[in-house]
């Protein structure tokens, strides 16, 4: 995410909630050896949202510019982190999971994962695998007659596809641009304006270049007061368009 325009308070809590991230995620990776103490990791990890969400609300609402930017930042660590633990465990253990354990947790909780959108922000997908937790809870006590670890190793493997399409849309050349695009229009709907009332909408979107870097500045007003702001997201893989 961009930390374009950010102010100072938001820089201070982004850097400090990002090295507590790492470090966590350090911690919990060095437990991570059996399937089950991989999904605790990524609970672990997800859990950590709480914490920054309430640190970063004690100095700006979670509907404007900064706390947004904060938030989706963040949250983009927490599964850039989880997939790296789950990607580790799965190349270690170098086994094909069950079969039939993975036809089984397809069945129940592949419906909601085809709801996300070709470039999800990462709310939407902590928000997925969250129920999917949930729903794999009940899986697990449905008496399926598979063994508990083999379906915890088949889950493993379900939820590393989901973020990997998720990591992906950030990592990939080129297609970086298209998936910071896509998330500009999410960020507004989320916004409200001060006057407690309304949500913006976008009147121009202008692509910005100044000094080799390229950002877009998005004019925005209120549809319920009449109150206009311009914000900007920095494009950092602009040039990515030309090199693929």
């Known amino acids: 995410m961009s930390r374009l325009d950010l102010s100072d308070q938001a820089k201070k809590i982004l850097d400090r909630e990002t ?5 966590e995620a350090a911690v919990l990776e060095e437990k991570a050896t059996s399937a089950a ?3 605790t990791a990524v609970c672990g990890l997800m859990n950590s949202r709480g914490r920054y969400f309430a640190v970063t609300g004690e100095h700006f609402s979670v509907q404007d510019y900064d706390g947004l930017m904060v938030i989706d930042f963040l949250d983009e660590q927490v599964l850039k982190h989880a997939y790296r633990i789950l990607k580790n465990y799965v190349e270690h253990e170098n086994r094909r999971p069950n079969e039939i354990g993975i036809s089984i947790i397809a069945e129940k909780l592949l419906p909601s994962i085809k709801e996300m959108p070709k470039y999800p922000v990462g709310y939407r997908l902590l928000y997925t695998i969250r129920k999917a937790f949930e729903q794999f809870e009940s899986v ?6 598979v063994d508990v670890a083999e379906l915890e190793g088949a889950f493993v493997h379900h939820i590393l596809g989901v973020i990997d399409k998720y990591v992906q849309t950030r990592v990939r050349h080129g297609v970086r641009h298209f998936s910071e695009v896509a998330r500009e ?9 001060k006057c407690g009332d309304g949500q913006f909408q976008v009147k121009l979107q202008a692509l910005v270049q100044e000094e080799g870097k390229a950002y877009d500045r998005l004019d925005l007003e209120c549809k319920a007061c009449g109150h206009q702001r311009s914000i900007t997201f920095d494009l950092p893989n602009f040039k990515d368009l030309y090199e693929s």
């Open 19 to 23: 090295q507590a991230l790492e470090r």
């Open 37 to 39: 103490s991989v999904l």
């Open 140 to 145: 697990i006590g449905s008496g399926s007659g």
């Open 185 to 193: 229009y999410d960020f507004v709907t989320r916004m409200k304006c």
